[in-house]
């Protein structure tokens, strides 16, 4: 069996806002839903100042650990929850989903960073507040702190920075 | 900061590169040429991982999501766009050759003057009314995607002075895992404009460059009608279970 070479990557470039955001990408649940909870948080880069252009997508089970394999995550009928969303950053750099937390053990939501000026996507984790720090993937302990989420009074807030010193640990998967 | 600063640049890193005796297979994310990755590239090496749990796993689309007629970015208005009308066709797969079915890719491209509906475009070229150069679709059982579309502009932009993007079609695919996730460009055969763009040349290995190019396939050309393009897409990551391995062995 062949091994064909990956497609690499390119920058989302700063001309996806008319293409991937979408009405309700970011509402993997109604926001009313009284079982809703907020992801939300900043994207910021290595002054620390705000990206304004970045596209985050959110990938998450159910409150009980389950996988959800179901479509309408372009059509939501505001019954079916699909675990997948895509927010893009504000002005100030802001993303918020409204979703559910997430089950697993431990629970994590998947994110996957975009941008103008980065040039690949990134991945990383959100882990809920109080994951036990041998739960967490063997990262150097003064880092830990940037795949947790913190907790709010409506959810959970999670910014990425970029670049810098307190830079978010991005992950890269192993292959066989 | 004008072109022969930015190429020379570019070919520092590429001498660089061909000397060192490695072979790199991705884009790079630290490319100062690429004035806008400077602050927002991670300087720390990516923590490698096993995928576990969700990240086994991708997004379901489906016919819910996306209609059929969003394939084709030519009859999204009342009339014809400007520009040479053209089909891009080909395979995604993962790294073994098994097709990605039924899942989601989503292309946007400029229009046939370079110029982006985004209102963030400033390039004083003309919008065209019939063109919007957004499109979707589900790839085929055997992995294949299919769009109508028009031929895109080469475009300027503001990483030095006389910047020109090379032609090119924005493309966002799924796999069959999380990891798989791919945001790429999609680029025309023969550009002029390939040695000059820091975006491109981000990718330092050449035949890595290479599978970005499309292929002008003639038996894809419809008589008088449109041209033909083949770009097939490769999607690595880990793969999904012992056993599916056992059967595709
Ligand atoms: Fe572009």
Same mark, same amino acid.
């Given at each position: ?21 979408? +009405? *309700?990408?970011? =509402? %993997?649940?109604? !926001?009313?839903?009284?079982?809703? @909870?907020?992801?939300h948080?900043?994207?910021l ?6 990206v304004? +252009? *970045?596209?985050? =997508? %959110?990938?998450? !089970?159910?409150?009980?650990?389950? @996988? ?24 100030t750099?802001?993303?918020r989903?409204s ?9 994590y ?34 880092r ?33 | ?31 100062p ?10 300087t ?8 576990e ?27 014809e766009?400007l ?19 039924h899942?989601?890719v ?18 004083p ?15 085929d ?54 040695a000059?763009?820091?975006?491109y ?28 393009f ?11 279970t ?8």
């Amino acid at each position: 069996m062949t091994t064909l070479a990956p497609t690499p990557g390119q920058t989302v470039g700063p001309f996806f806002g008319f293409a991937l955001p979408y +009405d *309700a990408g970011s =509402e %993997l649940v109604p !926001p009313t839903r009284p079982d809703a @909870v907020r992801l939300h948080g900043r994207v910021l880069d290595g002054h620390g100042d705000p990206v304004p +252009d *970045a596209l985050l =997508e %959110l990938w998450q !089970p159910g409150p009980d650990g389950r @996988v959800v394999q179901r479509q309408g995550s372009f059509a939501r009928d505001s019954y079916t929850f699909t675990g997948w969303g895509r927010a893009a950053t504000d002005r100030t750099g802001r993303y918020r989903f409204s979703t559910l937390r997430p089950g697993g053990t431990p629970p994590y939501f998947a994110i996957t960073v975009l941008a103008r000026g980065l040039l690949d996507r990134l991945f990383t984790r959100a882990y809920l507040p109080g994951t036990l720090d041998d739960r967490l993937p063997d990262v150097p302990a003064e880092r830990r702190h940037t795949i947790v989420a913190e907790a709010d009074d409506r959810g959970f807030v999670f910014d990425i920075r970029l670049q810098g010193e307190d830079e978010t640990v991005f992950f890269s998967y192993t292959q066989d | 900061m004008d072109q022969a600063a930015i190429s020379g640049e570019i070919e520092a890193i590429a001498e660089a590169y061909q000397s060192s005796g490695a072979v790199e297979t991705d884009v790079r994310l630290d490319y100062p040429p690429y004035r806008s990755s400077i602050l927002r590239h991670p300087t720390k090496a990516p923590h490698q991982v096993d995928p576990e749990g969700i990240e086994l796993w991708a997004p379901v689309f489906g016919h819910q999501d996306v209609d059929p007629f969003e394939a084709d970015l030519t009859i999204q208005h009342r009339g014809e766009p400007l520009g040479e009308r053209m089909r891009v066709t080909g395979r995604v797969t993962d790294g073994d050759g098994r097709p990605v079915r039924h899942q989601l890719v989503e292309i946007w491209q400029a229009n046939a003057g370079g110029r982006y509906i985004h209102q963030r475009d400033q390039h004083p070229a003309a919008l065209d009314p019939n063109f919007t150069g957004m499109g979707r679709c589900l790839t085929d059982s055997d992995g294949f995607y299919r769009f109508t579309t028009i031929k895109p502009g080469p475009y300027p932009w503001r990483n030095h002075h006389n910047a020109w993007r090379p032609a090119h079609i924005h493309f966002s695919l799924f796999g069959s895992e999380f990891t798989q996730r791919l945001v790429t460009q999609m680029y025309f055969p023969g550009d002029p404009l390939f040695a000059l763009d820091p975006i491109y040349q981000a990718i330092t290995d050449r035949a890595a460059r290479d599978r970005l190019v499309a292929t002008y396939d003639h038996d894809l050309t419809q008589h008088e009608w449109s041209l033909g393009f083949r770009w097939d897409v490769v999607l690595t990551g880990s793969h999904r279970t012992p056993l599916e391995e056992d059967h595709a062995a």
